[in-house]
């Protein structure tokens, strides 16, 4: 297919028709009514914003999750604005079809209407980023500047996002590290297209994109934003429009760029729809796979009930690397690791190894021979000998690495991820084996699929 | 026992009686009137000098290997040196047993008279080391030196010979590295008997010992060798009091001296006459400590027919040092390696590693995945995932032991002794499996047995 056919295809796909965007915005009147309606009947003085890509238009055809915006004046006490928000979002979503409660920075209330998810949450009625209070705040900004500025690109930022989608980059979740939607608008913004975007990914992070000046208009703040970024090693530097200190692309990781980077180059040459939209992927054996590749693969299943992503999966990522740094210094070859989430408020951590036993000798370097020293090492040791100044011993160790890993456990000598340090002293440990809803992951793990930019 | 008991006891076994001192001296009276009769026949101005610890009277009881140097005048030129000293050699063998030619430096005949083995080499007859000029000229000056200075200490003499040779750190060959007995004997010169050697093994390494004061007549060249010496981080510098260039010490090893110090600060503490004389060692079976271990015994056993100990030696340990480096670079552990002879013409290369398969994959670490470089790993490989800012891959390699091996000898990535490398290459490889000949040696390496200091 010709580049044009492709994007037409796509965006035949993406793009609301009328009769879903007459729904959608039937649905946001209704619900912009009903709030001004509630907020009167408890008295309180609070604007309803709606914020995100509903918003901006710039949603995926099908993508109606709703956030509505529950505006407090800014001389509203944070403790104030926490009780009343949550009351005023309980009594809206009284009206509405059901909701439970769920708890970010604040809580606020996820209600459901009409099969549509509908966040209600508290913030404050910002004007400029001086007045930002609380992390929710500046979305009010940041919908109206890309409303004031999308000027009519709006699909282009569809083709991007959908795109973002297809290669498994998009969203700025620190368990996904890539880039949000946001940041998706602000390039089709700064660079005017979908295929202007992708034809830049080679230069993105050799740049500041700066869309709203402010390296002019507030020199000093935006430098040391640049500066600060660049120093901590970020693969692109989007200076926030309505928010000289921020970086909008703060979260993106160098793997998920890097994904882009290829994507879009691959793309550009043989544009086809297949990137925009995630084929079914075709999994092989896992046990099949670890017999080719000869290696063992150890799973620790993990009790997280309760524990939310945000957390989870950084805390997962941390005890991964503990377990890699600790295993090879106990002479095991880590050849990768993978966490994730699987089924009954369980997780996982699997890391492929070499092998399943080890050696069961480890040897002792030993100081000079001739040191005081190295006189006591010859006197507590059983078996000593010379290679070239120093002495040498061995000792006696643990060879299945299930016991090794349960020694480490109990000796609290692996850097596990703070809020899940017990859960994971409880892991259930299972060798070359896994449940059988964990097989798919598992084979895209040892296959390396999971990551392959070619797969 | 008592200390005195126990050196009462060794000099018993170690000193000659009377009956052997009456034999010992009608063999050399004899030798001497052999050669000068038959230089006389062959009218050649040869003068005979017995030197070794036959000469110097420090031989050991029963050890009576004979060397009979036939010194030609300075004046003689090298080759005339060479043809006529062999010629004589053979001359006085045809009146003794057997002989057969024998190569050092110079070929030289090996005969045997009365059941001894007697050595016939020609070498100059020098009066200082400024005269010196082929590898054996020095010794006739070490027999005189030895002699003037040793002031009946012979019996001293005697029992460090034993004890260096009861803890296996006695021969100055290049596959020994331990104390010559020249060292021996200049040791109990400079500190007067047995036990004043051994109460110093602790300052032996620290300063330098100089029976001759060379560091007073020829300032210049000795401190040159001191300096020398010590930059090359050898143990122990002895400036021969016959030649102030040389480091009596030069070939002792670290591992040897350490052996030696702390058999000494031990023999001091508990005198035992079992430091004097090897103990029948007790063997255990190889196998069951592979088993008890858990690792892998890999041994090359290699045809090196017509190599002499003092090249191949060295040779192997440089072979088994070739495969440490590269087989640990390939992902196994090298736990430690053992080489020697065997029978019937082979040594062998013993190397315990910590498995017999490895893992089939290898990551293969690329480049930065935005640079030009990075495009060219991304294309060539099929599988690529990024990790940071890098691009990774793996590449299928071989698993078994036996296999690798194979394969990087094929490909000529082992560095390999210059000697024998062509039969290295044609190595039998043997794993957890030993011929025979060598399953004590096996038991020796694995337990380590071979060099405990505590064994």
Same mark, same amino acid.
């Given at each position: ?55 901006? @238009?710039?949603?995926?055809? +099908?993508?109606? /999750?709703?956030?509505?915006? *529950?505006?407090?004046?800014? &001389?509203?006490?944070? #403790? $104030? ?120 990914? @080679?230069?993105?992070?050799? +740049?500041?994109? /700066?869309?709203?000046?402010? *390296?002019?208009?507030?020199? &000093?703040?935006?430098? #040391? $934003? ?230």
């Amino acid at each position: 297919m010709e580049m044009g056919e492709v994007l037409n295809e796509v965006l035949k796909r993406v793009k609301p028709d009328e009769e879903e965007r007459a729904f959608v915005k039937t649905l946001m009147d209704e619900l912009r009514e009903i709030t001004e309606e509630t907020a009167g009947e408890l008295n309180l003085s609070v604007k309803p914003y709606f914020v995100g890509s509903l918003a901006k @238009d710039t949603y995926l055809a +099908g993508d109606h /999750d709703v956030d509505l915006f *529950l505006a407090f004046p800014l &001389e509203t006490p944070l #403790r $104030t604005l926490r009780e009343r928000g949550l009351k005023l979002g309980r009594a809206i979503a009284e009206k509405l079809d059901s909701y439970e409660v769920a708890y970010a920075e604040h809580p606020y209330v996820r209600a459901s209407y009409k099969g549509i998810s509908v966040d209600l949450v508290p913030c404050y009625d910002v004007k400029s980023w001086r007045d930002v209070r609380t992390a929710v705040d500046r979305s009010i900004l940041h919908t109206r500047w890309v409303n004031e500025n999308v000027e009519g690109r709006n699909d282009e930022v569809r083709l991007l996002k959908r795109f973002l989608k297809g290669i498994q980059v998009y969203g700025s979740e620190v368990y996904v590290r890539g880039f949000s939607g946001y940041l998706a608008e602000l390039l089709i913004i700064e660079y005017g297209s979908f295929l202007d975007v992708l034809e830049r990914a @080679d230069i993105l992070r050799k +740049g500041v994109i /700066d869309p709203a000046n402010w *390296l002019d208009e507030e020199p &000093e703040l935006a430098r #040391r $934003t640049v500066i600060r970024e660049r120093e901590e090693d970020k693969p692109l530097v989007v200076i926030d429009p309505v928010d000289p200190r921020r970086n909008v692309a703060a979260n993106l990781s160098w793997e998920k760029y890097g994904r882009f980077y290829y994507k879009s180059l691959e793309f550009l040459k043989r544009p086809s729809i297949d990137f925009f939209f995630l084929r079914q992927r075709h999994y092989g054996n896992y046990i099949d796979e670890l017999r080719e590749r000869g290696t063992t693969l150890v799973t620790l299943i993990v009790d997280v009930v309760d524990v939310v992503d945000d957390v989870l999966i950084p805390q997962l990522e941390r005890s991964a690397r503990g377990f890699e740094r600790v295993l090879t210094r106990e002479g095991f070859n880590v050849l990768g690791w993978n966490v994730g989430r699987t089924g009954g408020g369980r997780a996982f951590i699997m890391l492929e190894l070499d092998r399943r036993e080890r050696e069961r000798v480890r040897l002792k370097l030993g100081p000079e021979f001739f040191t005081e020293r190295g006189r006591e090492f010859y006197m507590k040791n059983d078996k000593v000998w010379i290679v070239g100044r120093r002495l040498y011993s061995e000792k006696e160790v643990l060879g299945d690495v299930v016991e090794v890993i349960q020694e480490l456990l109990e000796r609290d000598q692996v850097a596990l991820g703070r809020g899940i340090r017990e859960n994971v002293r409880k892991a259930n440990i299972l060798v070359n084996y896994v449940p059988k809803e964990l097989a798919e992951e598992a084979y895209a793990f040892l296959s390396r699929e999971k990551w392959n930019l070619k797969g």
